[in-house]
């Protein structure tokens, strides 16, 4: 995939050495804005927002084995 999928900041993990949380208080500011209706994992959509739908490409080759030599 060449698309992230993902947002820093909003692991409630909270692992000490994690590299996609920077801030323990952006945090627990971005689990309060989680909505489980919204498609969003945080948040809802905002005048101004700008949705794109991203093009996935795989690159998973069926019946084939990837080899390291």
Excluded at 14 to 26: E, H, P, R, S, V
């Amino acid at each position: 995939m060449g698309n992230d999928i993902g947002a820093y900041n909003t692991c409630g993990h909270l692992c000490k050495y994690c590299y996609a949380n920077t801030n323990k208080q952006f945090v627990v500011e971005n689990i309060k804005k989680h909505d489980d209706n919204s498609p969003f994992l945080i948040g809802r959509i905002e005048p101004g927002d700008k949705i794109t739908e991203a093009k996935q490409k795989s690159w998973k080759v069926e019946n084939e084995q990837i080899r390291f030599i």
